[in-house]
């Protein structure tokens, strides 16, 4: 049975009325697990038991369980994303709400640890430019590391406050606002949120919210879309804050459509999941409509150094050549070169002007002397030529090659720099030399669990 605290149980029994037993009800029992599949990286056979499909998410699916997603190479090589099913009504929302243009720029203000980052990732075109941006240091790797599984490479990482982005006013066509909230509806899968919840712990998320969305709306273009999410029930956080946005700032809640068999709670400003109606966590969600004409940032060149002719045809085979062209290579003053599409390099010298905390686009690897080194990002990248010479791996050599152990690498192999895959997706690279192996898979994303 769980107790939660009596203020709150009173606030949703005002909310639910009648309701409120079902709820409860709903909340003793076990989480549903789902994951979101990448369409960038499909797999025959996920070895996964899959108990149903997210009904608004075209790459949602439910399991029957909860396997060890850490001895799966698959989750590695970054061919889905374990991700509760309510939040990813991201996808309907943007669907339905954002401006249909290429080349969008969208921003994603609180992206860790990467559910929502990777899942616009997903929702863009190959012409479009993703920001995901991390308030909290310590939080940071993990979004890098789930952006880099997910293979999708224009894209700009940082690591600011949201009023810094001031530079940027009117410049993004879609900003998402994953708020952090009091996270009431976690409380049956995280029993930390129970019991660091209080009525002024909502009132401060409550504030908090409203000046990060009021530093976000700055940042919309005109008629540009603004999404407003939280992990919470209460009006506070939620429907308030929505009225809030339309009544202080030119913007205008947008309406969505909506299937009556997702069962989803329809509330002035926004779109409610409660856990006894839908199968997923209480979850809100909003969209707006930027009324004004304000966009006042400033264009601006890429300020890196351009790689050299001669490098450029060492780096020529790495890529894939049927966009080769499309891609213009720069060195940064640490050495590494990073790949940027040519027709972003104003929309990537713009960020990277008014942002000082932020990573300079996909980084592909570095050379030592002419030799290049891949980055590990690179090599799970879109960009990656799919011809170069790989060793396809059996699971069990999968997971030793993930732990950074010895695995059985064909006697056939020739010398030199080899893709590792597993189930026909990259899980990183070595370098051959006559009978000894190099595995550059990076320590930190090293596989340390016992494998039985």
Same mark, same amino acid.
């Given at each position: ?58 790459? $949602?699916?439910?399991?029957?369980? #909860? ?8 989750? =590695?090589?970054?061919? /889905? ?15 339905? *709400? ?9 921003? +994603? ?16 075109? +190959? ?73 002024? =712990? ?7 919210? &409203? ?16 999404? /407003? ?6 009006? =506070?956080?939620?429907?308030?804050? *929505?009225?809030?946005?339309? &009544? ?27 856990? =006894? ?17 304000? &966009?006042? /940032? ?10 050299? &002719? ?23 003053? +640490? ?22 905390? #932020? ?5 592909? $690897? ?41 695995? +059985?690498?064909?006697?056939? *192999? ?6 590792? #895959? ?31």
């Amino acid at each position: 049975m769980i107790n939660f605290p009596e203020a709150f149980k009173k606030n949703m029994q005002e909310i639910l009325g009648a309701e409120y037993p079902e709820f409860e009800k709903a909340i003793e029992t076990e989480v549903p697990v789902s994951i979101r599949t990448n369409p960038a990286k499909p797999v025959e056979d996920y070895n996964l038991e899959f108990d149903g499909e997210v009904l608004w998410s075209k790459y $949602g699916k439910y399991l029957k369980s #909860r396997p060890v997603f850490t001895l799966d190479p698959a989750f =590695h090589a970054g061919a /889905y994303y374990v991700q509760e099913a309510s939040s990813m009504f991201l996808e309907k929302v943007f669907r339905q *709400a954002a401006p249909r243009k290429e080349g969008l720029r969208v921003l +994603d203000l609180c992206g860790a640890p990467g559910g929502k980052s990777t899942h616009l990732a997903s929702l863009l075109t +190959d012409s479009d430019l993703l920001v995901c941006n991390e308030v909290i240091k310590t939080r940071l790797g993990i979004l890098k590391e789930n952006l880099q599984k997910w293979g999708f490479s224009n894209i700009i990482i940082a690591n600011q406050d949201p009023e810094t982005f001031a530079d940027l006013e009117g410049f993004f066509d879609v900003v998402v606002v994953d708020a952090p909230c009091s996270g009431e509806g976690l409380f049956r899968k995280d029993p930390n949120a129970k019991t660091e919840w209080s009525e002024s =712990h909502v009132q401060m998320c409550s504030a908090r919210q &409203r000046r990060i969305l009021s530093a976000a709306a700055m940042l919309v273009a005109p008629g540009g879309v603004l999404i /407003y999410s939280t992990c919470t029930y209460n009006p =506070h956080e939620n429907q308030e804050n *929505a009225a809030w946005l339309c &009544r202080t700032l030119d913007f205008d809640n947008i309406k969505l459509e909506l299937n009556p068999e997702w069962k989803v709670t329809e509330k002035s400003g926004g779109y409610q999941f409660f856990p =006894h109606k839908t199968r997923g966590e209480g979850f809100f969600i909003s969209a707006f409509r930027n009324l004004g004409n304000d &966009r006042r /940032y400033v264009k601006a060149r890429v300020n890196l150094n351009r790689v050299n &002719r001669q490098l450029a045809e060492i780096l020529k085979p790495w890529i894939r050549p049927e966009i080769l062209e499309e891609y213009e290579f720069y060195q940064k003053e +640490d050495g590494n070169i990073v790949a940027i599409k040519v027709s972003l390099l104003a929309d990537y010298g713009s960020v990277m002007k008014a942002l000082n905390r #932020r990573s300079s686009g996909l980084e592909i $690897g570095i050379f030592k002397g002419k030799d290049f080194v891949p980055s590990h990002g690179f090599v799970l990248s879109d960009l990656i030529n799919p011809d170069l010479s790989f060793i396809e791996l059996d699971k069990e050599n999968a997971l030793r090659f993930l732990k950074k152990e010895a695995f +059985d690498v064909p006697e056939t *192999a020739m010398d030199g720099w080899l893709i590792i #895959r597993y189930a026909g997706l990259n899980l990183g690279c070595i370098k051959k030399i006559g009978n000894r192996t190099n595995n550059y898979l990076p320590t930190e994303w090293r596989i340390r669990m016992e494998i039985e």
